[in-house]
């Protein structure tokens, strides 16, 4: 699936994440796709170009499920910081919270 992070809203991404999208692995390796293109790949970790863009990359998918936490799945406009989320786009908060680019 592709989302054009520019024109996403934080919620409209967090309720346009599938929720058990797991990638297939075959003998170690790892498929899936990305941006409409099949990517296969051996290792933990997708190729970064660093040890501090894997860390970065890390730490946002942590934050976006810190986020997801607090949103309630029947009511996501009751989330404590709900107006401020749909005022952001999910660039946006990649610019706000990643180091690396």
């Not at 592709?2 to 996403?8: M, P, S, T």
């Not at 660093?50 to 810190?66: E, P």
Request: aromatic share 12%; with cysteine.
């Amino acid at each position: 699936m592709y989302l054009n992070f520019e024109l996403l809203s934080t919620s409209q991404f967090f309720s346009n994440v599938p929720k058990h999208d797991q990638p297939n692995t075959f003998n170690g390796f790892f498929s899936c796709n990305i941006q409409g293109k099949r990517v296969t790949k051996q290792g933990a970790l997708p190729s970064m170009g660093s040890l501090l863009g894997a860390l970065d990359v890390n730490n946002f998918w942590q934050l976006l499920d810190k986020m997801a936490r607090e949103v309630p799945l029947e009511t996501p406009w009751n989330a404590p910081c709900a107006l401020e989320w749909d005022k952001m786009t999910v660039k946006q908060l990649i610019d706000q919270k990643c180091w690396t680019r």
